[in-house]
């Protein structure tokens, strides 16, 4: 059964800050791995997708990338803003099974 | 489009009461997801549906829960009868499935469900 890990569980930094979320899952034999912003009582906006076969993507400040060997992806927010402060969720699609096993997130705080 | 649709949004209802979630997924995707999120277990897939045909309902929990796509455009999960460890926040996800495709799945706002 996928296990989906995220570290750490919490996090405050000040703005302006380059930071790294990291999420590992324990059966590499993934289709894609998603990685969700969720705000406080609100739903789930998708940042990025990586499909099995690539390595990173990027959209704006964002950069994610998928090593699916060693079951490790990583989330690189560039210079932070007090508006990047939410959790962030780590999600993987297993082949055979269309639908995403997540991780218990990570809380982001941005100080201004 | 305005994304997947769920309501209610919020729901309080009292132990043993019926309660019947909605969702209307995204015009054009074949596939629907029902998730749950609590503080203890996180995210959770209840069931999903490809071409309005349940694929997978290993998560739902027990035989108090199930769920129904009659159409394309349309899912229920009713909960009957409901107790207060179903309190949780229930999200409906959409995304087009096809083939070895990679789309993303789309997620609705979810309804916070009180049961008392």
């Known amino acids: 059964k996928q296990e989906v890990t995220q570290i750490p569980a919490a996090l405050s930094v000040p703005e302006g800050e380059n930071l790294v979320l990291n999420c590992s899952f324990t059966?590499?034999?993934?289709?894609?791995l998603q990685w969700f912003r969720q705000d406080p009582g609100k739903g789930l906006t998708s940042l990025l997708l990586?499909?099995?076969?690539?390595r990173e993507q990027t959209s704006g400040r964002l950069n994610a990338s998928l090593d699916k060997s060693s079951g490790r992806s990583t989330l690189y927010i560039a210079a932070s803003q007090p508006g990047d402060s939410a959790t962030y969720l780590c999600?993987?699609?297993?082949?055979?099974?269309?639908?995403?096993?997540f991780g218990s997130g990570t809380r982001l705080q941005v100080q201004p | 489009d305005a994304g997947v649709i769920q309501s209610p949004r919020h729901e309080v209802t009292e132990m043993g009461q019926e309660v019947t979630l909605r969702c209307k997924p995204i015009?054009?995707?074949?596939?629907l997801f029902w998730y749950r999120q609590t503080m203890m277990r996180g995210l959770e897939l209840l069931i999903y549906?490809?071409?309005?045909?349940?694929?997978?309902d290993s998560g739902m929990p027990e035989d108090r829960f199930s769920a129904k796509m009659p159409n394309a455009s349309f899912s229920t999960l009713k909960i009957q009868p409901s107790e207060p460890r179903d309190s949780a926040v229930y999200f409906c996800?959409?995304?087009?499935?096809?083939?070895?495709?990679?789309?993303?799945?789309?997620f609705g706002p979810g309804t916070r469900l009180t049961v008392l």
């Open positions: 999600a993987v699609e297993d082949t055979g099974r269309r639908a995403l096993t």
């Open positions: 015009s054009g995707h074949n596939s």
């Open positions: 990586i499909q099995s076969s690539q």
């Open positions: 996800a959409s995304r087009n499935i096809q083939g070895l495709s990679y789309n993303e799945q789309f």
């Open positions: 059966d590499s034999a993934i289709y894609n």
């Open positions: 549906f490809n071409n309005n045909v349940p694929i997978d």
